[in-house]
């Protein structure tokens, strides 16, 4: 029995009318919702479901265009079809403004204004010449067409009457050999024919001729904005820049410098119009690029366009890399560099120290073959007496630049080396034999062990200024003096790698002075400072090289002292400024420009010894790379060039040369110099300062000590009696 409740759960019951109680048909049915009636019975609700119905195919459509719309394949489509059209109207606008420059003197108007902005009153005067010769010139040919039609109908006459006599003429003589008197008529008569034929085929062929000839001129007016590049650069194909990796044309850097966002350099362009070109000088291949100078218009500084270098290399349709400004001796004047579109990503070729078996090496009259410029020439720098400092971010190529340089000088049998590797990985390894001290390792006793190596080299540069000065000699240490073997003059290179490692060290000693540090006190920054100061004058160099170049970890006094300086890429233009110097950067030397492991081994240098540019304070070398198998076979082939040498870590064995050559001499009274330097040499074999002592050598470093040693009978002697007077001097100090 069912309750009301359950009633209510039912469906509602719709009854259809009956027919006078009639049997009727049962109808089968379905139960619909109340939406499902209201949508059969109800046109309100007919009309909503048919309003959605249109919103729904109104989106579908929305949806359709606008994936059609931004499809790959329509943008590239879209792109094709605004770049013909733009190389139509620009052809046209080129065409218009090349006809109204051929009917007017606006061109010359240009040049003026050019000339006057430029303060060349000379150009001024000869296009105000050729100005006036041009309106002359014009003016004539306006007066010609005023006479031109009488002139033009005359000679329509004349011609007219000359053609009927001479065909008529011709008419009598074919007359006269035919005996026929119908032909005096026939030139004339073919005359008509030929006319009447021309006029068939111009009928014929006109109607063609006009529906091609504005396809024609479409056509003319598109190649013509095409070869102007007349698209704009959002239009180029394949998302390449417009003009990218074309020729440098005036033109282009013209534009380019105009829209640097120079307001002063933009306007007097804009006055000057297209003779903006007289700002360039000739540009000129350079290399694996070009170069042109720039006159800039008063009232624009060389740095402001020196700052925009990455608008000006994007305006030029080149990366940031690939243009150099530097500054030329000339004033208001900059100079462009611009490389070929990926030309500086290419590697260059090997080093000759590799390629060439037989390279010599001759430090007072040769240079090292270090790279290429970026011109593509050979990148050579001279090194005699000079220190060296490179410097650039780590894992950039220094150490392989700086052991370019030192392997070119071992081919040079008459150089001494001394390194210390304070990183310690083996990059210096193949020196094991040619140097005459090798330190390798990253401690403080490895700090330590440095530190001595320089102050040894101090000790060695005041005995050689002692002996120059007592040697008598009024130039100064001389190639023959440096060559000759014995002498005491040969070069000697003192290398540390990663020599911010020193300066950072923070080890004391037993006098309680630091190794490490920046000041005063700290014994490798007082010896580095006292071989700046005079070792160059008695062939002992300092070379170093840093990372990351800072006051901590390389003092101003320090980098100051390197005649030649050198930088990889760094960080910042701080950075920059320490490494190279404020007037290299400020003439355009940006090695934190350079691109970090892009531009690997690439160095900027400036200084001493190296071959700039007149006018530049800096130059780009891309470097030689020797890898470590390469470099060992260099060192092994200036080892069979110069001998084998005895390296110690630790510092050479100290000898008294005063003691020694008293031993030597024994109870003799006197004894020939070259004996004396022989029986040191057996006294003490593996001593590097007697290795190879002559007597004049030994003279000289005697007359260091206070022993002047004089010639009997044309030969250098010692006397045993100055050696003990020395001797016993130096004992009561």
């Known amino acids: ?36 009636y209201a949508l059969l019975t109800s046109q309100k609700a007919q009309a909503l479901e048919r309003y959605r119905g249109y919103r729904r195919d109104a989106v579908t459509v929305y949806k359709g265009v606008r994936y059609a719309a931004t499809h790959d394949y329509t943008k590239t489509a879209g792109k094709t079809l605004m770049r013909h059209g733009s190389y139509v109207l620009g052809g046209a606008g080129v065409l218009a403004k090349r006809v109204w420059e051929a009917k007017t003197n606006s061109r010359y108007e240009r040049l003026l204004r050019a000339a006057e902005v430029q303060g060349d009153w000379e150009r001024l005067g000869e296009w105000e010449q050729r100005a006036e010769q041009a309106r002359e010139h014009r003016h004539r040919r306006r007066m010609d067409w005023l006479d031109a039609p009488a002139k033009l109908v005359k000679a329509v006459v004349i011609g007219a009457a000359s053609l009927i006599g001479f065909l008529f003429a011709l008419g009598i003589v074919l ?24 006029a068939w085929v111009v009928t014929v062929v006109w109607g063609p001729l006009v529906l091609a000839a504005p396809w024609v001129v479409v056509l003319a007016l598109w190649n013509i904005g095409r070869r102007a590049g007349a698209a704009p650069s959002w ?36 006055e000057m119009g297209d003779a903006g070109a007289s700002m360039l000088g000739p540009i000129r291949l350079a290399g694996c690029g070009v170069e042109v100078d720039v006159t800039l218009p008063s009232g624009v500084t060389t740095e402001e366009v020196q700052r925009k270098r990455r608008k000006l290399a994007e305006n030029l349709t080149r990366h940031e890399h690939e243009v150099f400004i530097t500054i030329p001796q000339a004033a208001r004047t900059v100079r462009l560099w611009i490389a070929d579109s990926g030309a500086l990503d290419e590697p260059i070729g090997p080093s000759p120290l590799v390629t060439d078996p037989d390279t010599t090496a001759d430090l007072y009259t040769g240079r090292a073959p270090w790279g290429q410029d970026l011109r593509g020439d050979a990148a050579a720098i001279a090194l005699l007496q000079r220190h060296l400092l490179i410097t650039g971010l780590s894992n950039q190529g220094k150490t392989a630049a700086l052991r370019a340089l030192v392997l070119w000088l071992a081919l040079d049998t008459s150089t001494e080396f001394r390194i210390a590797d304070l990183k310690g990985v083996g990059d210096w390894r193949m020196f094991e034999g040619l140097a005459t001290r090798l330190i390798q390792g990253p401690t403080d006793e490895h700090v330590i062990a440095t530190t001595e190596m320089l102050e040894e080299g101090v000790a060695e540069m005041e005995r050689r200024i002692a002996a120059l000065e007592a040697s008598g000699a009024t130039d100064g240490v001389t190639r023959e003096m440096a060559r000759y ?17 020193a300066f950072m060290c923070p080890a ?9 540090g920046t000041k005063n006190t700290s014994r490798y920054f007082m010896a580095a400072r006292k071989i700046h100061n005079q070792g160059r004058a008695v062939n002992v160099h300092l070379w170093q090289g840093t990372q990351d170049p800072t006051d901590q ?19 910042t233009e ?25 531009d690997k081994g690439t160095v900027v240098v400036a200084g001493d010894g190296v071959p700039l540019p007149a006018g530049q304070a800096s130059i780009t070398i891309r470097t030689h790379f020797i890898n470590g198998e390469d470099a060992t ?19 050479p064995e100290e000898r008294d040369l005063l003691d020694d050559v008293a031993e030597v001499l024994g109870t003799e009274a006197a004894v020939k110099a070259t004996d004396v330097a022989a029986r040191l040499r057996e006294l003490a074999p593996e001593h590097t300062d007697y290795r190879k002592l002559t007597a004049e050598g030994l003279a000289a470093w005697l007359a260091s000590e206070g022993v002047v040693v004089k010639k009997v009978n044309g030969t250098l002697t010692v006397r045993a009696r100055m050696i003990h007077a020395a001797l016993a001097d130096r004992d009561d100090d």
Do not use: C
Request: aromatic share 2%; hydrophobic share 40%; no cysteine.
């Open 235 to 270: 239009l180029s194909t394949g998302g390449q820049r417009s003009g990218e990796g074309e020729p440098i044309t005036p033109s282009i850097v013209v534009t380019a410098l105009r829209d640097l966002g120079i307001a002063k350099l933009a306007t007097a362009i804009k």
């Open 508 to 516: 004391i000693g037993e006098d309680k002075r630091p190794y490490g």
């Open 485 to 501: 073997p014995g002498s005491g003059f040969h070069p000697i290179f003192l290398v540390v790698d990663e020599a911010q490692v």
């Open 1 to 36: 029995m069912s309750t009301d409740n359950d009633r209510e759960e039912l469906a509602r019951v719709h009854y259809l009318p009956s027919h006078n109680g009639a049997d009727t048909e049962v109808i089968e049915g379905e139960l619909i919702s109340d939406e499902e």
């Open 574 to 598: 701080e950075q920059a400024r320490m490494a190279l110097g404020d007037k290299a950067v400020n003439g355009g030397a940006a090695p934190h420009k350079l691109r970090q492991g892009a």
């Open 175 to 198: 007359a006269v050999a035919s005996k026929d008197l119908g032909k005096i008529l026939g030139p004339i008569e073919a005359l008509l024919q030929l006319v009447q034929w021309i």
């Open 553 to 571: 970890n390389l003092p101003k006094l320090v980098r100051e002292g390197a005649h030649i300086r050198a930088s990889l890429v760094v960080g």
């Open 633 to 651: 076979e260099v060192a092994e082939r200036a080892k069979t060039r110069r001998g084998t040498v005895i390296t110690a870590e630790e510092g």
